[in-house]
């Protein structure tokens, strides 16, 4: 079977030549702005069931912890207690100054750190960017909403506080999420502030809003497309219809929500892909620039998925659109 070339939506025209499954975007056809991209890829390979790969050595990672005078609201002293950041930096002579804040998924309930985190940075790495993965404290172990927002808002403040440090340039920090860290990401990059000028803590003082996003099979909604398991971890059982608008992040975006780049797939069993259509169409009619990239075939959980040529397409798509943005180099 021949692979469909990806269908480009760019500078005006809307071009989306696809039948969307039930409960899919329906909108009528309009002029697209400027810098919204969408393609849909048609994926020939076989879908594969998600495996765990070997865990890619963290030598290179330096771990600090997030709070360093403790973790506010803290439980105990237990490594699940101490939200932390792993720094993977690239050598002197590749980097660029471009920061990406790394929000592994898990349900909400574990952090799958390995190609959701450690191979992510890995190829971050690779392109000139620094990679700063986030363990975040999650709300299986004792910390519900919004303590997650909260360790990815102090994440986003700590290495724009640091940036000089880093050698990092403080207006090219994004954040990426997987899956459940997708939601943790979308949120961050939908519920944040511009810091307190007046606070004697200088990370307080930095700014909590991302520059860009990069969500990749993301949890979005917390309504009725969402995934449950997450929804249920965050929010609990029985969440009130004001908390679960306020998560719903497809919901709460504005013409000030950063830039995003989005990967999915439609055979996503576990997130369905009305997750990123719906925060596509919401970013596109607040005028924020988006490039989203549809998969035919693929699983929930790909993460980097070195062995399938058509999904390891996307870090490749991410890298282009980074450079076409200007947060990288051309």
């Not at 991302?210 to 979005?220: A, E, Q, S």
Request: one cysteine or more; a negative charge; hydrophobic letters at 40%.
């Amino acid at each position: 079977m021949k692979q469909l070339k990806p269908i480009f939506l760019s500078c005006g025209i809307f071009l989306l030549s696809v039948i969307l499954l039930s409960g899919a975007i329906a909108q009528e056809a309009a002029e697209t702005p400027q810098d919204a991209t969408v393609t849909v890829e048609a994926a020939t390979a076989e879908a594969v069931q998600e495996t765990a790969a070997p865990v890619v050595e963290t030598v290179q990672g330096k771990e600090e912890l997030l709070y360093p005078n403790g973790a506010p609201g803290a439980l105990g002293e237990e490594e699940k207690d101490k939200p932390t950041l792993i720094y993977y930096l690239p050598s002197p002579e590749k980097a660029n100054g471009a920061a990406i804040v790394v929000c592994p998924g898990g349900g909400y309930g574990g952090l799958a750190m390995d190609h959701e985190g450690y191979q992510v940075c890995e190829w971050l790495n690779s392109v000139g960017v620094a990679g700063i993965i986030l363990k975040y404290r999650l709300p299986a172990k004792g910390y519900p909403h919004p303590v997650p927002l909260q360790d990815a808002q102090q994440a986003i403040r700590t290495v724009r506080a640091k940036a000089a440090d880093l050698r990092i340039d403080p207006n090219r920090i994004g954040i990426m999420g997987f899956s459940a860290g997708g939601h943790l990401a979308s949120t961050a990059g939908t519920h944040f502030d511009y810091g307190q000028p007046s606070s004697p803590d200088p990370i307080l003082q930095a700014s909590s809003r991302p520059d860009f996003m990069v969500l990749v099979y993301p949890v979005v909604t917390m309504k009725g497309y969402t995934h449950k398991g997450s929804r249920n971890n965050l929010l609990g059982a029985n969440p009130s219809a004001d908390l679960l608008t306020l998560l719903s992040n497809e919901e709460q975006v504005t013409p000030t929500t950063p830039q995003t780049f989005l990967i999915h797939t439609f055979e996503d069993t576990a997130v369905p892909v009305e997750n990123s259509l719906q925060l596509c169409q919401a970013l596109r009619a607040n005028g924020v620039p988006v490039e989203m990239h549809l998969f035919q075939r693929g699983p929930h959980g790909f993460g980097m998925r070195k062995d399938d040529p058509i999904l390891a397409q996307w870090p490749t798509l991410c890298t282009d659109w980074m450079r076409v943005r200007g947060i990288i180099p051309e």
